[in-house]
C-alpha cells in the first residue's frame, strides 16, 4: 500500500503543529571531520571533491536511503544523470532526482535532492520521529525543517 499526498500533508500538518523537542533533550553533534579528497569521474576524467568515499559509495548513501523509504511505503524512484556537474547538464546540473508516484495523483512528483540528508529527513518523518541526527550540529527538531520536507513530498501547503 502506497502513502497517499493527502496523508502526508496531514502528517506534515501536524509536525508543523507540535511542540519541538527541548534544546536539553537534543544530543550533541561531533566536533570532527575528513578532509575533501580529488574524485574523478569515471565517464568523463572530470575531477570533484566528494571527500574521503569512493564514488560508488556516494551512490550508494542515496540508493540504500531510498529503498527504506519504499519500505516504509513511497512509491518512489531514484534518479542519477550522473555524478559529476559536467555529465549532469542535460539535467541543468541537477544530480539527485527523486520521482515519488502518489496514487491519489494522476502524474509523478519530481524533486530534486540537495544532499543525502534530504532522504534521512523524509525517513525520520515517515517512521513518526520528532528529531533528527544532523551530526556536527547534533539533534534537530524535524519541525525545523518543515518547509524542505513538504518540497521532498512535494507537498504544497493549502
Known sequence: MSLTRAELTERLKKLAESEPPKEEDLAEGAFCYA??????????GNIEYYGQVKIDKIIARYREPVERLCEMGLDVTLIVPELCPQCGKALNGKKYLLEINYPDLSK?????????RDLKLMSFFLRGKNRYNAGRSGEVPLKNRIER?????????E
Open 35 to 44: 578532509p575533501a579528497t580529488p574524485q574523478t569521474c569515471p565517464k568523463c
Open 149 to 157: 520536507l513538504r518540497e521532498l513530498f512535494g507537498v504544497v501547503e
Open 108 to 116: 509523478s512528483v519530481r524533486v530534486e535532492l540537495k544532499s543525502a
